[in-house]
């Protein structure tokens, strides 16, 4: 167990902020401010905790906690001192300097050379605490924290705990597909195979959205417009076509497919259209690590690189989807990739991305920046500049047409998905997480830099920064 000792209740605080983040590192944390183990247990004799269950004492030391008037705080840190000696453990106390407090204000047994300085910001001061644990091995669970969490968030906003009721709107990333062709053709290929990959391979040149099955190709574009581009090579016929709703349940007699199979022809189909309707308004490719491309918006496309839009909650606002990145002398881009999700309602989740490139042209595009540069854009900041994206490619209408041959197309709807709850978080708690969007122009980012770089949570930022294939709708204005 870890014991932080503090002021009280001038460094509660700061004592929350600590006490959190190791218990999401993993570890039983102890302090008064809760009488918390876990965020279950309670202890009521201090010196007891110290004496049988303490493995470090995390004092925090600040200008309120010198104070001559400090008793029960010096009483805790009397204690820690001598169960130190008695345990033979250097490293037992492990003072923490959080604030301007001068180092001759420390008790005289405190060596300046064991304390922990929070000058450089309390991530950096908390990263050498864990360190200590960790070298000291103090046990440290990695089991599932919520619960304790959950037991310092009532300590730190007691008020916040429960739901209001009102209405609350969620804002999900997918983009209802409006429509899409009734029909859907199998085009037989009139010539020996070199192998069975190559219908694949022949669908996967071709300039029309398509795909190989068995000897077959697979499209919605008429026969000519399909035989056209590999008429020298490739002959090809018009076998067969069936309705789309049959061809999702499964085909027919005729042409039995793997309701699986169908569906992941039709994501192939519809990923191929959306890459060729971006690419024909001006939007340039990244290849992303799972051979699929982000498209990104190149400087100078869109007056001032600025695009205003419409938000779900009707609010209007504009953002740059492109700008100088000057701490490493690139340009960042705003880009998108989208997939089709073919259960019911079929609909394109658009994935946001970040793509830097090089003015010189030196360097080839990459995406390596984003932790460092947009580690403090949330989903307000994420969801506005998808808005202005898809504003961009649907030319301000209310749909947008992708390209699946020359009489046919998906019309996707340019608004996302979105429902109304009829509860809400506490507006106390919304308004300490967030600041209201004006009405007009660019929404406020949030400053959240107080809580980010926080090494108990560097796992979760990881999975943070994957957050691109979340499916969970995110929570609006």
Known sequence: MVFVSH???????????????????????????????????????????????????????SRHSVDAAKDGFRAEVDRALALRKLLGDR????????????????????????????????????????????????????????????????????????LESGKDLLVSTWYPILRLPKQIRFFDIGRPLANLTEPAQIASDHPIPMVGYLRRLVAFADWDEAQEPIA????????????????????DDKVPLDRGEARKMLVS???QSFNLFAESK????????????????PQGVISKDQQSFTR???????????GQYGARERIWHFAVSAVALVDEPIRMKITPHLVYTDPSGANPPTADYRRSHARLWFNA?????????????????????????????????????????????????????KKKTDAEGDAADLDMADFFDDPAFSSLAEDRDQGDENDEAERNE
């Open 7 to 61: 002021a009280t209740p001038e460094d509660n605080a700061i004592t929350a902020w600590y006490g959190a983040r190791l218990t999401a590192a993993g570890y039983t944390v102890w302090t008064d401010l809760s009488k918390l183990l876990g965020g279950e247990e309670t202890w009521q004799d201090i010196a007891d905790v110290l004496r049988a269950r303490a493995r470090k004492a995390v004092v925090l030391f």
């Open 91 to 162: 490293r037992f106390v492990i003072p923490v300097r959080t604030d301007d407090v001068p180092y001759t204000d420390l008790p005289p047994t405190i060596s300046n050379k064991l304390v922990i300085s929070a000058d450089d910001g309390h991530a950096a001061a908390l990263a050498r605490v864990l360190r200590v644990l960790e070298e000291d091995q103090v046990p440290c669970r990695k089991d599932d924290q919520t619960n304790a969490l959950r037991a310092w968030q009532k300590v730190l906003a007691p008020e916040h705990s429960t």
């Open 232 to 251: 020298e090579t490739t002959p090809i016929k018009l076998d067969y076509e069936m309705t789309l709703d049959r061809f999702l349940v499964g085909g």
């Open 269 to 271: 189909i519809l990923r």
């Open 282 to 297: 001006g939007l340039e490719p990244f290849a992303l690590s799972d051979k699929k491309n982000a498209w990104w918006m």
């Open 312 to 322: 779900v909650s009707g609010t209007k606002g504009y953002r740059n989807l492109c």
């Open 381 to 433: 900041k994420w969801r506005d500049l998808t808005y202005a994206m898809i504003h961009y490619l649907s030319g301000g209408l209310d749909s947008f047409a992708l390209p699946l041959g020359r009489e046919a197309s998906a019309e996707v709807l340019a608004r996302p998905l979105s429902m109304s709850l009829d509860f809400r978080p506490p507006v106390m708690c919304e308004n300490r997480a």
